[in-house]
C-alpha cells in the first residue's frame, strides 16, 4: 500500500511541475506559441459592398477587391445583385492597403470610384456620382 502511495504522490508532482512549465530553471516554450519574429497571418475577411448611382443601386456591376491600390493584385472579383450588393471574400490582415472599386459604364457617361484604406471595414458603400 506504501508503494502505491509514493507512487501517486510522485504522479501528482509531476503533473503539478508540467502544469507549471517543468522543472524550476528549466522554463519552456510551448510548441503552439507564435515565433517572436514571424509576420501576422492572414485571416479570412468578407466584405458586403453596395454599389449606388446616386441612390439608385446597381445591379450586375463588377467589384473589384485588390492590395495595395486600384488595379493592383486581385483579390476577389464579383458581381452585383437586384440590389446592388455583392460580398467579396479574401485574406488579409488590419495592416494591409486594401481596395474595393468598380467601373460603371451609363447611359449618360462612364464613371468610376474606389475606396481605399488600412483597417478595411466589412461593409461598405461605393457611390457613383455624376459630374
Known sequence: MKTL???LSATILGLSLAACGGIAG???VPASAPNAGASVPL??????ITA???TRPIANLLVTLSRDKKGGPVIGKGRTGGMGRVR???TWT??????AWAVYDHEHGHYETERCQNHFPSTL???FKRD
Not at 488590419?94 to 481596395?99: E, G, L, N, Y
Request: hydrophobic share 35%; proline share 4%.
Open 5 to 7: 502511495s509514493n507512487f
Open 88 to 90: 467579396l471574400n479574401g
Open 125 to 127: 458603400t461605393l457611390q
Open 43 to 48: 485571416a479570412r475577411n468578407s466584405v458586403l
Open 94 to 99: 488590419p495592416k494591409d492597403f486594401i481596395c
Open 26 to 28: 528549466t522554463g519552456t
Open 52 to 54: 449606388l448611382f446616386g
